[in-house]
């Protein structure tokens, strides 16, 4: 089972234009800020928001091609949908919602009966069977959301933000055992999340949307260690710069510049990590190559690491100890001298 999509639409004064291959066993992660368009790719895919262009075949099966006057009605498509804020029917019990899609398909009532307990009994729900939506826990409503989606064996699922509405604490139990449903689940995945830590945790994959635009794609780890946008960088919490590298000097979009090893000439992205940059009250001496003036305009202790934003050129973050910021006193306001190894600077083509 697998999944190609072309998705060219406007949706009000936005325009989606993104390309989606996904491979089959595959557990795809959409991740972007918010307003990037992640949710309107969930509802192309799903019929409920009209493409302009392109194409949707889940494999094999064209969905949509308007060049060809192809659009299949959302109740026709093998999709199941797990929403943000679960959408479950109050009015009936956890059972009746779970054997809802089943019964809309066409599954008589016996047998959407014993599939949809079956379900139930498979997430630890099968008591609650008689409860109605409102008087279950934020945990128990996502796995109900769940299985009502899985119980009609889709060939694609999709999850918008299944673990926003809950809290943090339930959020790292129910991902790990969303991991091991997923798993078990033989169609296409797509999940739609602002959450790294849920990207990250969950996908075999990662692509980052950004302007209703594909940016960047690639496993976590290619993700975070090579990003491509400010959003990427602020989310693994590194620096990035992009620029003109000359004879292993880059020149920084914005002003300033950074002197790196064995860089090839070109348009480049430069990556620092906060905890490489070092603090000093006067000018250092010895091997830092790129040192440079800059006043700190935020210090946030996070943990036993704290993150001091400095303004310069070029403009950085550090990540120093707590006992670093007292040794150099250095207060909001504060001007200071920053240095970088030139071989702490990760350089890769732009």
Not at 20 to 38: C, D, F, R, S, Y
Not at 166 to 189: A, I, M, N, W
Request: proline share 5%; no cysteine.
């Amino acid at each position: 089972m697998s999944l190609q999509a072309q998705i060219r639409a406007t949706v009000g004064s936005f325009d989606l234009d993104v390309d989606l291959t996904i491979a089959p066993g595959e557990l795809v992660a959409l991740l972007g800020p918010n307003g990037a368009g992640k949710t309107s790719v969930l509802r192309a895919l799903a019929g409920l928001l009209p493409i302009d262009a392109g194409h949707i075949a889940l494999d094999g099966l064209v969905l949509d091609e308007p060049a060809i006057a192809i659009r299949l009605p959302v109740e026709q498509r093998p999709i199941g949908m797990v929403f943000q804020d679960y959408l479950l029917f109050p009015h009936l019990s956890v059972l009746e919602n779970v054997a809802f899609g089943l019964r809309s398909r066409g599954v008589g009532r016996a047998a959407a009966t014993a599939r949809a307990l079956s379900w139930l009994d498979r997430v630890g729900l099968g008591p609650e069977a008689n409860r109605k939506p409102g008087s279950l826990s934020g945990g128990q409503a996502q796995r109900v959301a769940l299985v009502r989606a899985l119980a009609t064996d889709p060939a694609l699922l999709l999850l918008d933000e299944p673990m926003a509405a809950l809290d943090v604490s339930t959020r790292v139990e129910l991902r790990r055992e969303l991991r091991q449903h997923l798993e078990s689940f033989r169609g296409v995945r797509l999940l739609v999340t602002h959450d790294p830590v849920e990207a990250m945790a969950m996908a075999d994959r990662l692509i980052v949307l950004e302007q209703g635009r594909v940016l960047q794609t690639g496993s976590p780890a290619e993700v975070t260690q090579r990003p491509r946008s400010r959003y990427v960088a602020d989310l693994v919490g590194v620096n990035l710069f992009r620029g003109t590298a000359r004879h292993d000097v880059i020149t920084i979009t914005g002003g300033g510049s950074l002197t790196a090893v064995g860089v090839t000439d070109g348009d480049v992205f430069a990556v620092v990590h906060p905890r490489t940059v070092a603090l000093y009250r006067a000018r250092p001496d010895g091997t830092p190559r790129n040192v440079w003036k800059g006043r700190a305009t935020d210090i946030d202790l996070q943990g036993d690491r704290v993150r001091v934003r400095l303004q310069g050129l070029p403009s950085i973050v550090a990540e120093v100890t707590p006992a670093a910021v007292r040794e150099l006193g250095l207060d909001r306001g504060d001007q200071v001298w920053i240095g970088v190894k030139a071989t702490e600077v990760i350089v890769y083509a732009a």
